[in-house]
């Protein structure tokens, strides 16, 4: 059975950082991706990194770049996502997603390509 369990959230100042862990279990294969998606208070989700297991392609929304990085740790089966120079529109429920794929389809789609989803880390940036 897939599981993954997002953790790392919390409060912080603007300008600050936090880096949030997606633990993942039950994949048979490293063919997927893993992406990190936000939501906030009335907007629609997000996907804001994305990372393909097998070979470590990443790619970012605007709104991430240059702030954001996601990593793997494939000895943990871990995908991480360091934010720096948080501010308050980084506020938002952050969830963990993946979902198996070919290498040359590529990882960054809206939400509704995901199919295996964790149950999200509050992140909220106070200015």
């Known amino acids: 059975q897939v599981r993954l369990v997002e953790s790392g959230g919390g409060s912080v100042q603007a300008g600050g950082s936090l880096r949030l862990s997606c633990a993942a279990s039950?994949?048979?294969?490293?063919?997927?991706?893993v992406a990190w998606f936000r939501q906030g208070p009335g907007q629609e989700r997000e996907g804001v990194a994305f990372?393909?297991?097998?070979?470590?392609?990443?790619s970012y929304a605007d709104s991430a770049k240059g702030r954001f990085t996601i990593s793997r740790d494939n000895a943990k089966n871990t995908v991480y996502l360091q934010m720096n120079s948080l501010n308050a529109e980084d506020t938002a429920m952050y969830y963990c997603?993946?979902?198996?794929?070919?290498?040359?389809?590529?990882?960054?789609?809206?939400?509704?390509?995901?199919?295996?989803w964790g149950q999200g880390t509050q992140v909220t940036v106070s200015s």
């Open positions: 039950g994949f048979s294969a490293s063919s997927r991706c």
């Open positions: 997603a993946a979902r198996y794929s070919d290498p040359w389809r590529g990882c960054r789609d809206p939400s509704n390509a995901y199919n295996f």
């Open positions: 990372i393909y297991i097998g070979t470590g392609t990443v």
